[in-house]
């Protein structure tokens, strides 16, 4: 046992020092968020994956930190900037200092941020999803269903405390034209990781009363850009493509459509967009019935004259007729009473 012995610190030590030379310099890092906390204090803990490219193959993990002091600059940063929330799964370049405890291990101390790379991996995602739903089959599906003109039995998916719920339902229900919607809430998350399962979950119940309703209306409302990233989820894409009720969203954004509402049979602004859209369709057919109804009453009108002047017509010559037969008679009278 000639060879020199190290203990485990000694050797932790040694490490450490190498790592300490060798990357004595922050370095930008593309990895993936696989998990993500924040503590009382402020401070943000991850792990950081990379997956091997097309599978779901964990190739390299590592811990990572955010101090209170920078995150609450990046967050804020970041999701201005990338109108996403700053959550697991996304795909991040990273300015960050290698780091090596004894006890801990490595890790990298996060100290900057890109968020156009960010932007850039959510574009290729998002075409990434379009294209698949292509390849399916599926995009136009819903767009091809037809829309009944009077669109009265609707199922509604949203939150029960959004905003634009009770805006929906008050323009619908107090329409100017007292039309009558019978509509039926099925509750679901609206934003966050849960929202497509959520809503998938209510189209799943919305589909055992196929025969019932007319259209389904995915309404939101409100909030920021960042909480929509949600439809643009390829499961919850699907769902609404083939869906075999026609889909109306209305999700309360101005911006660019989401993959949702790229799919769904009608996109609306907001969910009072999507009411007055409804009552439009309604008065559209009320005004169809009163075209109707002008239209055959003119008809009837113009029969009822036309009969009219036939039948002053053959009024006029049976009094004409009747008054040369009666002046006939009466020759005939006379004639019999100077024969007589």
Partial sequence: MSEKQLSLYELQQKVKGSLDETFAMPLWVKAEIS??????????????????AGTDN?????????????????????????????????????QAKVEYHEVFGFSLNIRDIDPVYTLGDMARQRREIIRKLQEDGVF????????????????????????????????????PYQFVFYTRLFPAVMQGADAPRSIMGALESIYEYEDFFDAVVIIRGGGAQIDLACFDNYDLAFHVAQFPLPVVTGIGHDKDDTVTDMVAHTRMKTPTAVAEFLISGALQFAQHLTELENQFVELVNDQLEENKTRLNDAADQLKILVSQMIVAQQNRLEIAQIQL
């Avoid at 998990?35 to 091997?52: A, F, M, Q």
């Avoid at 811990?63 to 600059?73: K, L, N, P, V």
């Avoid at 136009?140 to 805006?167: C, Y």
Wanted: glycine share 4%.
């Fill in 35 to 52: 998990e993500i906390t924040v503590n009382r204090s402020g401070h943000c803990y991850l792990d950081l994956v990379e997956t091997e």
């Fill in 140 to 175: 136009e599906m819903n767009k091809e269903l037809e829309l009944p003109l009077v669109t009265q039995r609707i199922a509604i998916i949203s939150s029960p405390t959004a905003a634009g719920l009770q805006d929906f339902l008050d323009q619908l229900h107090n329409n």
């Fill in 58 to 94: 964990v190739i390299a993990r590592c811990r990572a930190t955010i101090w209170s002091y920078t995150f609450r600059m990046l967050k804020p940063y970041f999701e201005t900037t990338t109108s996403q929330i700053f959550t697991q799964g996304l795909k991040i370049l990273v």
